[in-house]
């Protein structure tokens, strides 16, 4: 039922529509029954839950941050079987975080939404479904994730390929890679994970790099079923392990590529990751092909023990050749040398700080504001990664300027804390229009855009990176700024920086 505060004659659908059922959604689904806002309904446009664990099923999936910091600090997970937990097991603690919090009665599968419109006459937004159905919230919350979309590569003649083609995002188990000619397009961090799994199966494999990914060694191990009964028994066993995983990562992805200028923590790793690569790849032609010519940190690096030295295996090829085209019978390259194949899977990654990604449906805001035009015009920006001048009642999560690099847990947790910071605040003083004050939001970019001077991206020799951090405008829209700060605004930011009517 809808809050009675805002009843009357405009009463919507629901107080709060949710957009998207991965991780972002799920946090924020549990967060407002904490604030007792149950009037809310999430919709998902898959068939299932944990967004990038729903759909990213392919051999060798798994996380590349440790599990201990990638869980809701509200819900650890003692049952994790490695150090980095494979993916299926994600997908399962999404399903225990939706029954555990009791959020699956208002969970609605299948419901795309196409575009959502802000109607200034009622503050209420208007959504619509790919079906066509309409649904009106107060608020909405967007939580459709940045690396959702599959990209497929934009090569002359793919669909001319006679074989069968994937992508790594939507594999499809029932194809059967045994025996046969693979191609695989793409080194970033999926293929990483899939190549080793497949390599061995596999007749022959040609992967084709365009840009080759660091790669680190991996700190990972199986968890003994002795000490996940011991985490189970003493859960504040839990904390210190987080705490040292946290620690980890904040110090190698946050302070490393934020404050690349005063701290240089990558050019320690650097010498690592190429004593890494000359230890597994034999062939120094091979080696050569695998070095980055652009510095650690410029685009997501990755970690594996396995990745390279699956290229010492005498049925797999590294191909730096262009790729001119695809035929019917496979892959043609720059000089002339047509790849025969059987199947191709494209491990091209998504959409990321591109149009129609984020949020991935048209967003009309107050008095008729296009919000891909806008950024299209003013370029990326969201004040605290949450929300923007002219899109009342609209809140993200992880837009512009959200993302510091750390746990994705952690930031969703932040970005729910100042969501319902705003939500709580609108409901005392009883108001049906919340806004983010044009001066905040310009505020926070302008603090932004002074500290990107010390990041890695503008510093270390990005410039052949191909990196999809960078968006059209040559900017990286992520948050320059340690964990702890990014939790502490979440905490104080000021309410006035919305005005509410
Ligand atoms: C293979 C892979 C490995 C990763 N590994 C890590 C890692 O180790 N550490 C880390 O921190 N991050 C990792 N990530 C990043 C990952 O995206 C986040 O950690 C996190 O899962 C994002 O959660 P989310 O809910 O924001 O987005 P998602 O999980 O992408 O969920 C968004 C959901 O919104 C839905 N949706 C989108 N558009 C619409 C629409 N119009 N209508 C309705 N529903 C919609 C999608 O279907 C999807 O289910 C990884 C990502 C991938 C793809």
């Known amino acids: 039922m809808a809050n009675p505060a805002v009843r009357g004659e405009h009463a919507p659908d629901h107080e709060v529509i949710i957009i998207g059922g991965g991780f972002s959604g799920i946090g924020a689904a549990i967060k407002l029954d904490e604030i007792g806002m149950r009037d809310y309904l999430l919709v998902e446009q898959g068939d299932g839950i944990g967004g990038a664990w729903h759909f990213n099923t392919y051999p060798g999936v798994a996380v590349d941050i440790p599990s201990l910091s990638y869980s809701f600090s509200f819900e650890r997970n003692p049952e994790w079987s490695r150090v980095f937990a494979p993916g299926k097991e994600l997908k399962a603690y999404a399903e225990h975080c939706v029954d555990k919090y009791g959020l699956r009665s208002r969970i609605r599968l299948n419901t795309g939404i196409r575009a959502a419109r802000f109607d200034d006459a009622s503050s209420l937004w208007h959504l619509t479904t790919e079906a066509g159905e309409t649904l009106t919230a107060r608020f909405v919350i967007g939580a459709t994730g940045v690396l959702t979309q599959p990209k497929l590569p934009d090569i002359p003649g793919i669909a001319s390929f006679r074989g069968t083609t994937m992508h790594t995002a939507r594999w499809d188990h029932g194809v059967d890679l045994r025996g046969k000619r693979v191609a695989i397009i793409g080194t970033g961090a999926s293929a990483l994970q899939v190549i080793p799994e497949i390599a061995p199966e596999v007749a022959h494999l040609t992967v084709f790099q365009r840009t080759p990914i660091w790669v680190l060694p991996k700190p990972d191990a199986a968890i003994p079923g002795a000490v996940q009964q011991v985490m189970k028994r003493l859960p504040w066993l839990q904390l210190p392990a987080r705490l040292a995983s946290q620690a980890f990562v904040e110090t190698t992805f946050v302070l490393a590529a934020h404050y690349y200028r005063q701290l240089r923590i990558v050019k320690a790793f650097e010498p690592v990751a190429l004593k890494h690569l000359e230890n597994q790849v034999r062939d120094p032609v091979t080696r050569a092909k695998l070095t980055p010519r652009y510095g650690l940190g410029c685009k997501r690096p990755s970690v594996s023990n396995t990745y390279l030295k699956t290229f010492n295996r005498d049925n797999v090829a590294l191909v730096t050749e262009g790729i001119t085209g695809i035929v019917p019978e496979g892959v043609r390259t720059a000089d002339g ?165």
């Open 337 to 501: 040398v047509l790849h025969a194949i059987d199947i191709l899977i494209c491990a091209t990654g998504f959409k990321v700080f591109e149009s129609g990604n984020m949020p991935p449906f048209q967003v009309t805001g107050s008095q008729g504001r296009d919000l891909e035009s806008w950024w299209d015009a003013e370029r990326y920006q969201a004040y605290e990664g949450v929300s923007m001048p002219g899109f009342p009642n609209f809140f993200l999560i992880l837009g512009p300027n959200g993302y510091n690099g750390a746990s994705y847990f952690q930031l969703i947790e932040q970005q729910v804390r100042h969501i319902t910071r705003c939500l709580k605040q609108a409901r005392t003083r009883k108001a049906r229009r919340v806004e983010v004050t044009r001066e905040a939001n310009d505020r926070y970019f302008r603090d932004m855009k002074a500290r990107s001077g010390s990041q890695v991206f503008f510093n270390n020799g990005c410039a052949s990176a191909n990196s999809y951090y960078f968006d059209k405008h040559g900017d990286v829209p992520f948050r320059p700024a340690t964990s702890l700060e990014a939790h502490w605004r979440s905490m104080t930011f000021d309410l006035n920086d919305y005005v509410y009517r």
